[in-house]
């Protein structure tokens, strides 16, 4: 694969053919296969370029200067060309799969053979990049024509080959728009609760690529009619039926509302959707379920912000989000129902609501809400506003006051020292005092030594 320096570049794909002719003058067969040739079909701009090969991988190593050898006994050279990496795998077959993740051994073969080992007929194309000939033994045109998602074969055997392909089958449904084959959908929901012999960090990348490259809600509802959902998420799962008051979320259960957010992001910012404000999306309310009441006056989700907050650390620990990713969206839980009272705050208060790190995806996160339920965007409009009519020493005052200046004033250092700090620096968001001098006095009167 080629990082992202190679990415939607001429050059990665030139490197990439250098490779391929370099092979072939060497006498070996290669071809672009996988997602390259099914994007190059699809006419977009491939993101990477892998490369498959007759050569054994000490004859890759043999042609090329710089090569790593990491996957070397599945077949695989990583060949370093340009200061980018470029995947070169041996045509091979598999051995059986005993754990559901990767073969005992594999065998190397006929490029046939390689093809007919792959996961969907539309990564299974292969392609001669200097005559664009394109080689199909598994009716993968056929299906970019018609927009069908299939497995190559016997779907379960596929499936149970390596299970995360079920959950890859419906991240290519999604991110392409493709329909999913009833038979690879039903050999899904036959097989969901393997999924559960993948590693967490498999699964969370798999959806992180769902949630963030389109298509989301497709995702997810294929995911919750195939049952991969309730193994993989039962939090998120347990969204589906939780009725909401009809006055604040006309548009229905707790999971219709996630899901349209979900789609509206998909929409308003692909392709550079951001992993943490999707996360925030998904998760945002899945305190709702377990928080509900309903008495005389209607449906309550009493506490269901603090419920949120604990579920979703949960989630996020389960499937191993770093420290930073895990703070920055249980923050964006924490804080998605203070909106509501934006326009009451003193503006203390409001200056430090505005100025919060990654504000921008807070907003953004209300602003989704909104709009996949009421449509007001009043408070949403006032935050605006305000950013707007702030400057920035507003929103970050320099101190007037600093801790030598408090003690040669006569103040002992200690808590009294940041104690004083803060509270000068609330008189100044307050905009009740303005300078030095006033500040001082307002030191002397208020802490008389």
């Known amino acids: 694969m080629t990082p992202s320096g190679a990415k939607n570049s001429e050059t990665g794909r ?39 090969t007759s050569a054994l991988p000490d004859q890759v190593t043999a042609l090329f200067e710089r090569t790593l050898t990491v996957g070397a006994k599945f077949g695989v050279i990583m060949v370093i060309a340009d200061g980018h990496p470029y995947e070169v795998a041996t045509f091979r077959s598999d051995d059986i799969y005993e754990d559901g993740r990767r ?23 292969l392609m001669d990049p200097e005559t664009h000939q394109i080689i199909d033994y598994v009716d993968g045109l056929a299906d970019i024509d018609r927009k069908v998602l299939r497995t190559i074969g016997d779907p379960s055997i596929r499936f149970n080959e390596d299970y995360l392909r079920m959950l ?8 392409l728009d493709y329909a999913m084959d009833p ?3 039903s050999a899904i929901q036959a097989n969901a609760a393997n999924i559960k012999g993948i590693s967490a960090e498999r699964i969370a990348e798999e959806l992180r690529k769902i949630l963030t490259r389109g298509g989301a809600r497709l995702g997810f509802e294929l995911m919750a009619d195939t049952g991969l959902l309730q193994q993989i998420l039962p939090e998120v799962d347990e969204m589906r039926g939780v009725s909401q ?33 999707a996360w925030g999306a998904l998760l945002h309310d899945v305190g709702k379920p377990v928080s509900r009441t309903e008495d005389d006056d209607g449906v309550h989700f009493y506490g269901h912000v603090k419920w949120g907050e604990a579920i979703a650390e949960g989630v996020l620990q389960r499937l191993r989000f770093s420290r930073a990713q895990k703070d920055t969206v249980l923050s964006l839980i924490h804080h998605h129902m203070a909106f509501m009272n934006v326009q009451k705050m003193r503006p203390a208060r409001l200056k430090r609501f505005l100025r919060m790190p990654n504000f921008h ?26 950013l707007q009519n702030l400057e920035h020493e507003a929103l970050h005052p320099p101190r007037l006051l600093t801790g030598h200046d408090l ?35 307002f030191v002397q009167t208020r802490w008389k030594l």
């Not at 490779?19 to 491939?46: H, M, N, S």
């Not at 995806?361 to 006032?382: K, N, P």
Request: proline share 5%; charged share 25%; hydrophobic share 40%.
């Open 361 to 386: 995806l807070h907003l953004q996160l209300h602003r989704l809400d909104c709009l996949a339920s009421h449509g007001m965007l009043d408070h949403y409009d006032f935050c605006r506003q305000q």
């Open 14 to 52: 030139s490197t990439a053919m250098s490779i391929v002719r370099r092979l072939k003058q060497a006498g070996f067969e290669a071809y672009f296969v996988g997602g390259c040739v099914r994007d190059f079909v699809r006419g977009v701009t491939p993101g990477d370029y892998d490369i498959a």
């Open 183 to 185: 038979a690879t959908q």
């Open 103 to 125: 073969p005992t051994c594999v065998h190397f073969s006929s490029v046939r053979e390689d093809v007919f080992r792959r996961d969907f007929t539309i990564n299974g194309l």
């Open 245 to 277: 008051p009809p006055r604040f979320h006309p548009e229905g259960d707790v999971w219709r509302h996630t899901i349209i957010m979900l789609e509206i992001l998909a929409d308003e910012a692909s392709p550079d959707i951001d992993p943490a404000l």
């Open 407 to 441: 003690m040669a004033m006569g103040y002992t250092p200690g808590k009294l020292i940041g104690e004083v700090l803060r509270t000068l620096e609330e008189e100044q968001l307050e905009n009740r005092i303005h300078n030095s001098e006033e500040a001082a006095a």
């Open 168 to 175: 890859r089958a419906i991240r290519f449904a999604a991110n």
